[in-house]
């Protein structure tokens, strides 16, 4: 059962440690801790993603920024409660990491697979200059009866398919894992800048649920 579950959340990324380990929590005396990977795309431009990792997997009281990692895991969500209002808080769960010297280019540096279930009513858009987008929340089952929502983005044909989902429906989707800086209006004065992850999605589609 729990094998059938960790196989609908799956999660590769390769790419250089940018930070510090900072304490995030402790389970059954297991320690947590987020450190930030750079993850470079096909462009020249970069994805700085978070990472929860164990103690037990590295050392956190090490310097590792400017290493290599390979790491292998999920994506995952929780709720942190902040200014009267539920945020969701999105890693990627490292299950195993490895230190490698260099990255080449050809390299899959940031691969997800999900296989879960549409939970609000998908949002299509398009841009000012005609671009299709649509935007999926996807519920993916964990053992122990919890769930991660993920937020996925699509694009042309792929929104296009995606803005016809119901909620309830199976879904299978393949892409990458992105951040993405936008500006929120904290009053009439001020602005401060916040980072966003989602999922790129490059292939999706129905499943049947008798499977």
């Known amino acids: 059962m729990t094998d059938k579950v960790i196989e609908?959340?799956?999660?590769?990324?390769?790419?250089?440690?940018?930070?510090?380990?900072?304490?995030s929590h402790e389970i059954f005396g297991e320690g947590f801790y987020m450190v930030d990977v750079r993850v470079q795309?096909?462009?020249?431009?970069?994805?700085?993603?978070?990472?929860?990792?164990?103690?037990?997997?590295?050392?956190?009281?090490?310097d590792y920024k400017g290493c290599n990692v390979a790491v292998s895991g999920?994506?995952?969500?929780?709720?942190?409660?902040?200014?009267?209002?539920?945020?969701?808080?999105?890693?990627?769960f490292a299950r195993e990491i490895i230190f490698v010297d260099?990255?080449?280019?050809?390299?899959?540096?940031?691969?997800?697979?999900?296989?879960g279930y549409?939970?609000?009513?998908?949002?299509?858009?398009?841009?000012?200059?005609?671009?299709?987008?649509?935007?999926?929340?996807?519920?993916?089952?964990?053992?122990?009866?919890?769930?991660d929502y993920i937020p996925c983005i699509c694009?042309?044909?792929?929104?296009?398919?995606?803005?016809?989902?119901?909620?309830?429906?199976r879904c299978g989707i393949w892409g990458r894992i992105q951040s993405r800086e936008y500006m929120k209006k904290i009053d009439e004065d001020n602005v401060e800048k916040k980072v966003a992850y989602e999922v790129s999605v490059s292939k999706l589609e129905i499943i049947d649920n008798e499977e």
């Open 74 to 92: 999920q994506f995952r969500s929780y709720n942190r409660h902040e200014e009267r209002k539920n945020k969701l808080v999105l890693s990627v």
């Open 102 to 115: 260099d990255i080449e280019e050809s390299a899959k540096t940031n691969q997800i697979y999900l296989d």
């Open 155 to 169: 694009w042309g044909r792929n929104a296009r398919f995606a803005s016809s989902f119901k909620v309830g429906e």
């Open 41 to 62: 795309r096909l462009s020249d431009s970069s994805d700085i993603l978070p990472l929860m990792i164990s103690e037990r997997l590295i050392d956190v009281t090490a």
């Open 8 to 23: 609908n959340n799956q999660v590769t990324i390769m790419g250089e440690i940018v930070s510090d380990f900072a304490y």
């Open 118 to 147: 549409i939970c609000k009513e998908p949002i299509y858009r398009k841009t000012p200059l005609g671009r299709e987008i649509a935007d999926l929340l996807l519920a993916v089952n964990r053992p122990y009866g919890k769930s």
